[in-house]
Nanobody, 129 residues
Framework: VQLQASGGGLVQTGGSLRLSCTASGGTFNNYAMAWFRQAPGKEREFVATISGSGSSTFYTGSVKARFTISRDNTKNTMYLQMNSLKPEDTAVYYC???????????????????????WGQGTQVTVSS
């Protein structure tokens, strides 16, 4: 499975961006997908995940009210709509996929990098104050 993330850029505080992640090389709805991010000098952290059908989603607390993860299985594409952006959202955003469409019942596992088998190259999001 190959993943290609796009849609990053520079935006002011309070602005919005929509990231996309397009997959190739597999049956898209067989994979649960996720977004992670890595800020300068910090470890990569979980942002959100979505099941293969799109019916289940899970977010980290700091983005839950502002970001929306979705997917269009007809286009082999996952999205992250980011609203009310803050400077602390500045990071490289990575998309990831796991074999199997169902989210782990364990919140710890579904938010762990180790749960995911394939990774995209990352797209830079910069939020200016």
């Amino acid at each position: 499975v190959q993943l290609q993330a796009s849609g990053g850029g520079l935006v002011q505080t309070g602005g919005s961006l929509r990231l996309s992640c397009t997959a190739s090389g597999g049956t898209f709805n067989n994979y649960a997908m996720a977004w992670f991010r890595q800020a300068p000098g910090k470890e990569r952290e979980f942002v959100a995940t979505i099941s293969g059908s799109g019916s289940s989603t899970f977010y980290t607390g700091s983005v839950k009210a502002r970001f929306t993860i979705s997917r269009d299985n007809t286009k082999n594409t996952m999205y992250l709509q980011m609203n009310s952006l803050k400077p602390e959202d500045t990071a490289v955003y990575y998309c990831a996929a796991k074999s199997g469409p169902i989210l782990s019942p364990s919140m710890r596992r579904r938010s762990s990098e180790n749960e995911y088998d394939w990774w995209g190259q990352g797209t830079q999001v910069t939020v200016s104050s």
